[in-house]
């Protein structure tokens, strides 16, 4: 039932579920979170359910797992067609669209299959030996699909990538290198190559990992190298191997616009390498940088505008030069836009730890009770921000002794620091600011002061929150009927401070909303702040946290920090008329073979991963 004006619509707001890349997830109108997989739910609490009745006893179970959706993945891959097929059909563009999925976003077999099992046409690109021959084994009877090969290439590389055109695999071989083409035209014959010139774009676009295009880009042919590489490949008669040219703009590139300009610019160089000879240059691969909507702030339609600023680049560029190229394919190497919904952690709370004592505790002096009162009635006084700021230096100047109990000690200093944050935090909210993020004071007094112990490790399940700061969404199971009380901080079991998740999109809308102990839950203009909100704190422990998008780079990234490994991996299935099937594909990854990994291949151990419950 909803408290204060609280509904479920609120929730979904505050938790950007049921929008945009967070689609698949709903609230029922009891407040729990629940897989929306076309008409039908099923909630959290009850796949959690079931994986304990089948799994409980079984020794490489942890309450925490990871759940992947494979059919996640074909509504991606089937989105992403439509999106520019729609675009083509718009713009009337003649060429076709290519989609080509790069394994090192997930390898996992059961991501690949899914990948492939969506779309009978789509590629797959390899960037070493070892996915290449990941990919020769899973398109082993449909050997016709595209492979790009990126990467260093090496000789052994090469023989490889020779032996599966010998066994017929369709391979697209990258040139990155002056280098790599001597070794490419050394080993192969010229009719039966299919190159791709791979270059370098000199193009700013905003993203994360925008520094892996134009100057300093690790990768491809900068444009003195690549003229190199045209002499070398019309001399050794490769020249009419080259279908392709291929560059990789970065990933998670929000700044869709650029994506035009990124088309005028591969477009305007596909044309100029036609005139130097390239005549059967019929293909402009774009590489990835699709993004994904981490905080369900991105406009709705964001894969289509991603889709048509790309066509509409290519498009506006071949008019501009008079319609004299024949329209290139496009493809697509997106990796992120394909995977990130395929996986979702499920976290298991083990217990709450709170900052501050509970106040039925009493303090240990009866002046810090008396300082406790007087202070209190100064701050619901207090007409502006900068008073507020003086009482609270104020206050602070009185505590801060090292004695355990009494008036200025630690205790006192602890409980009566909670109390009044909770005051200020009221008065703050009375006063109505404009902006509750004025400044660092402002912002201490949202911080969480409950932390929330869950059962996996930030370094294994979403290493990139804390290599690049990246955001997962982060959802409570339970309670979302609810106002939330408060928030938390859901942190590790791992030794390190880095292990924690904190951070949390606070959403725009058009008035504020606060949890019941006046925490910032919404923004006037959208933006990341501290602390998980959640609805009834007692009901946290032994429940569960779903972090989201986890499906891209995660699982090729994980680490073994403190040698806590996997966590189990569980697979749903939506079936007809709305069953659903799990499967346990494997369970937690073994203390024995974490320690084998580490050279102690001699230790015998029977317990349980992870923590047993
Ligand atoms: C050549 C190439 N293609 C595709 C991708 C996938 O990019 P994204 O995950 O942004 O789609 C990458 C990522 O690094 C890449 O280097």
Redesign the pocket.
Known sequence: MAENNWSVDNSKLVYGVNKNDLHFLDITKDGELCLLMGEYFITFNEIIQRIKTMNGESPSYASSFTLRVPQLVTYQIKKLRAAFQHAMDELDYKGRFIG?Y?V??NQRKDCVTAVIRSDSEYGL?A?TKAELLLIKKVIESEKQRPIIC?GAKDPEYLELISQCMNEGYNIAISIESVHETQLIVQRFKPKETNLIL?IKPYLSVEGH?SH?TGRDSK?GLSVHDLLDVVDLLKETGFISSVQTI?A?A????TEVESFERFGRLLTKIYAELREMGLTNLENIDF?????IDYTSSQPSDFMYDYARFLVSGVQEQLTAMSDAYPPPNIMI??????TALFSMVIVEALEVRSIFPNPAEGYTSHETRDDEKRTKETIRKASSLSELKEIWNRFHKQYGGLTLSGMGSIFDYEMITGILESVVRERLVELNLSSYDIDGLVRDFWRPEHIVIGNFSVFNSIADHVLVKQHFPVIPVQDLHVKPETTVRLVDITCDSDGEIAQFYRPQADRLWFTKDHRLLTTTDGRMGDGIPVGKLENVKGSCFVLALAG??QDAIEMDHNLLGDLPDVELVLQDHGEWALSWVTGAESIEDLLKDVGYADIDVDEDPYMSD
């Open positions: 080509i790069p090192k976003v690109e960037g990126n791979r990992w892996s990768f291929l990789h970065g990933s998670q590139i590489g990835g940088g699709l993004a190497e997106s990796g992120r836009g394909v891209a780079y």
